[in-house]
Nanobody, 126 residues
Framework: QVQLVESGGGLVQAGGSLRLSCVGSVTSESDASINVMGWYRQAPGKQREQVATITTSGLPNVADSVKDRFTISRDNGKNTVTLQMNSLKPEDTAVYYC?????????????????WGQGTPVTVSS
């Protein structure tokens, strides 16, 4: 029903910046509506963790570990979400996944379904 495609990952030196983008798309047969969007990340051997989310009204929720360095934004009309990452540290190295919750009628009821992008790797060297 919903496809998420990320871009912008890569290699960067510590202290540098990257901007991740994610574009959501809905199939023509679906009337799904994308609601909350955000970014998660997963480092090797670790569990996936929430980095930042943002509501349709633009209210952000950013993890304390990156709150002073990362900024999340979105464009509701284009179903896109971006993550501006500044002052990157080696511990930010991970695969970053775009997330979206989409509301849709399934099984006779309206509910939110979680969708995930394929992931884009970010490597920060020291």
């Amino acid at each position: 029903q919903v496809q998420l495609v990320e871009s912008g990952g890569g290699l960067v030196q510590a202290g540098g910046s990257l901007r991740l983008s994610c574009v959501g798309s809905v199939t023509s047969e679906s009337d799904a509506s994308i609601n909350v969007m955000g970014w998660y990340r997963q480092a090797p051997g670790k569990q996936r963790e929430q980095v930042a989310t943002i509501t349709t009204s633009g209210l952000p929720n950013v993890a304390d570990s990156v709150k002073d360095r990362f900024t999340i934004s979105r464009d509701n009309g284009k179903n896109t979400v971006t993550l501006q990452m500044n002052s990157l540290k080696p511990e930010d190295t991970a695969v970053y996944y775009c997330y979206a919750a989409a509301g849709q009628y399934l099984g006779g009821s309206y509910r939110y379904i979680d969708y995930w992008g394929q992931g884009t790797p970010v490597t920060v060297s020291s």
